[in-house]
């Protein structure tokens, strides 16, 4: 049962019987169940002893030949099924099996960080702009 995904990619805070996956963490999930009648696979994947299930929506990604064992990275919104248990909308279901996972968090990493300090860079020179039309 997930709570969000951030753009790990697939990564973010899926739901446990213990808590959360933490967010902002790249995970790549294994297939466990798809059924298409429904348009809803669910990803499990372990983490720091526990096991975590995550429910995807899959019918903006269809058709989608699914495999069941495989690893797929997700991204999509986060919506709430009834009950009240956050589901994915898939906008992008990949088949990760064979990826360099190494060196997929590290471009990851890097990107964030990228992003940082460019929000940092463009929050000083909207405060230098400001200083010089106050003088």
């Not at 995550?54 to 797929?72: D, H, K, M, N, Q």
């Not at 088949?95 to 964030?112: H, I």
Request: no cysteine.
């Amino acid at each position: 049962m997930p709570r969000s995904l951030s753009l790990s990619l697939s990564g973010g805070d899926a739901r446990s019987s213990r808590g959360f996956l933490p967010a902002g963490s790249l995970s790549i999930q294994r297939l466990t169940t798809y059924d298409a009648r429904i348009s809803e696979a669910i990803l499990s994947v372990h983490h720091s002893s526990t096991d975590y299930q995550l429910r995807v929506r899959t019918s903006l990604v269809e058709p989608f030949e699914a495999r069941i064992g495989s690893e797929y990275m997700v991204l999509g919104e986060i919506e709430t099924s009834a009950g009240n248990i956050p589901v994915i909308q898939a906008r992008l279901l990949m088949d990760a099996d064979g990826v360099n996972l190494p060196l997929l968090e590290r471009a990851v990493q890097e990107q964030r960080k990228y992003f940082q300090q460019r929000a940092a860079r463009g929050a000083l020179e909207t405060g230098v702009e400001t200083n010089k039309r106050d003088v």
